[in-house]
């Protein structure tokens, strides 16, 4: 008996681990125009930490360039990915961007779905006090 429970246990928790490996990996986006060019890129780590960066190079604004990073810590419960950063640890002089209160939503195409529609598997963010980060995509690499 104990034996069938430690397995089923071990099963569980290896369900666990592969769901959150699906949000992990890289993901991008890339705005350019002939005066501008906007940049993110955020690295979600399987062990629940993550990356982001922030470029910006946009003609007429000062400063015209603009470099912003932020890491800290990030949960998936169904398909909603939370972000937190602790001042103390995540943030300093180069990692200035606090992603705390942020939520996006993983968007996937449906395994069911067997249509040839692509769907592009992306991080669309829904909530976060960062202005610049308020509805936009960024697209898994």
Avoid: C
């Avoid at 705390?100 to 909530?127: G, H, M, W, Y």
């Amino acid at each position: 008996m104990k034996l069938i429970l430690a397995a089923l246990l071990l099963i569980l928790k290896l369900n666990l681990f592969a769901q959150s490996n699906q949000f992990a990996g890289d993901y991008t986006r890339s705005l350019s125009g002939e005066d501008h060019k906007i940049e993110y890129q955020m690295t979600l780590n399987p062990d629940g930490t993550f990356e982001f960066h922030y470029y910006s190079n946009i003609q007429g604004r000062t400063p015209q360039e603009v470099n912003k990073y932020a890491k800290g810590k990030w949960n998936a419960k169904d398909n909603l990915i939370t972000f937190s950063s602790d001042k103390k640890t995540d943030s300093d002089e180069k990692y200035n961007l606090d992603f705390n209160n942020s939520t996006a939503r993983f968007i996937t195409k449906n395994p069911r779905d067997k249509s040839d529609k692509i769907v592009k598997t992306k991080l669309q963010f829904l909530e976060s006090e960062i202005g610049f980060m308020k509805r936009i995509d960024i697209f898994k690499i």
